[in-house]
Nanobody
Framework: QVQLVDSGGGLVQAGGSLRLSCAAS????????MAWFRQVPGKGREFVAF????????DYADSVKGRFTISRDNAKNTVYLEMNSLKPEDTAVYYC?????????????????WGQGTQVTVSS
């Protein structure tokens, strides 16, 4: 069982930066693959970024490549999403998620645990 708490969202101007954090509690955090998704009203959750248990494998949605960076600190049981050059279209609620699946997973279905979400608003 893993509990996830998202934080770090806020209001930022276009071109600005934010760093989201996802603090995990529970056993065996380091064995879970982690990801960030985002969601806007009326739409499903959209994949943003993925990181393997060791941090050696990452994957990103095309819309955020080169601007966002996912990382993790297993000693602190925390996953981060560094977001730079933010655009108004990045506005959404961002959720971290954990899966025990081995492969890179970019759809929400296989994720076992979810954070409560943190709002990111980018003004133009």
């Amino acid at each position: 069982q893993v509990q996830l708490v998202d934080s770090g969202g806020g209001l930022v101007q276009a071109g600005g930066s934010l760093r989201l954090s996802c603090a995990a509690s529970g056993r065996m955090f380091e064995t879970y693959r982690m990801a960030w998704f985002r969601q806007v009203p009326g739409k499903g959750r959209e994949f943003v970024a993925f990181i393997s248990w060791s941090g050696g494998t990452t994957d990103y949605a095309d819309s955020v490549k080169g601007r966002f960076t996912i990382s993790r600190d297993n000693a602190k049981n925390t996953v981060y999403l560094e977001m730079n050059s933010l655009k108004p279209e990045d506005t959404a609620v961002y959720y971290c998620a954990a899966t025990s699946r081995i492969a890179v997973v970019t759809t929400p279905g296989p994720y076992d645990y979810w954070g409560q979400g943190t709002q990111v608003t980018v003004s133009s």
